[in-house]
C-alpha cells in the first residue's frame, strides 16, 4: 500500500475484485481507527476504497497518530 503525502494529508487509493471485498477491508480499518482513537475520511466506490488520514485538532496537518494508523492499515 503507498501513502501519498499531499494537502497536509496522507492518501491512499485501493481497488478490490468487488464491492464485498472492498468493505470488509473497510471494516478491518474501522476496528483499527478505534484502536487508535483516529478516524479517517473513507470513500467507497464500489470496488475502490480511498482513505485520508489528517489530524483536525493539529490544524489539519499530519501527526504521528496519522503515520502510526497509517502503518496498521498498511499490514491489514
Partial sequence: MNWENREEALYAELSFADFITAWAFVTKVALLAEKHAHHPEITITYNKVKLKLTTHDAG?????????????????
Avoid: F, P, S, V
Wanted: cysteine-free; overall charge positive; glycine content about 0%.
Fill in 60 to 76: 489539519n496537518t499530519i501527526t504521528e497518530k496519522d503515520r502510526k494508523l497509517a502503518a496498521a492499515i498498511a499490514n491489514l
